[in-house]
Nanobody, 127 residues
Framework: QVQLVDTGGGLVRAGGSLRLSCAAS????????MAWFRQAPGKEREIVAT????????YYTDSVKGRFTISRDNAKNTVYLDMNSLKPEDTAVYSC????????????????????WGQGTQVTVVS
């Protein structure tokens, strides 16, 4: 079992940057695909980015490509989301999630496929 704690959210002006962190408990962090999701008020939760278990395959939703970078440090049991050139439409609660990796299967994009979730951290971008 994995417990996830999200940190790093805050209030930032458009064009600014934030780094989100997700610290995981347990000794098998490297066995999990990791992802960041976000949910804006009145909207459904959406995938932001995923990363495979060994810093391999990554995925970004179109709206954040070129601005956000997902990475992980398996030695620190932590996954990061570096967010640059932030826009007001990036305002949301961001949550990390973990999915048990399966050989040859890329990290899923659907939230239902993720087994463990962080509590979420609020990101607010003002113009």
């Amino acid at each position: 079992q994995v417990q996830l704690v999200d940190t790093g959210g805050g209030l930032v002006r458009a064009g600014g940057s934030l780094r989100l962190s997700c610290a995981a408990s347990g000794r098998t962090f490297s066995a999990y695909n990791m992802a960041w999701f976000r949910q804006a008020p009145g909207k459904e939760r959406e995938i932001v980015a995923t990363i495979g278990r060994n810093n391999g395959r990554t995925y970004y939703t179109d709206s954040v490509k070129g601005r956000f970078t997902i990475s992980r440090d398996n030695a620190k049991n932590t996954v990061y989301l570096d967010m640059n050139s932030l826009k007001p439409e990036d305002t949301a609660v961001y949550s990390c999630a973990a999915n048990v990796a399966r050989f040859g299967v890329p990290p899923p994009l659907a939230s239902e496929e993720y087994d463990y979730w962080g509590q979420g951290t609020q990101v607010t971008v003002v113009s």
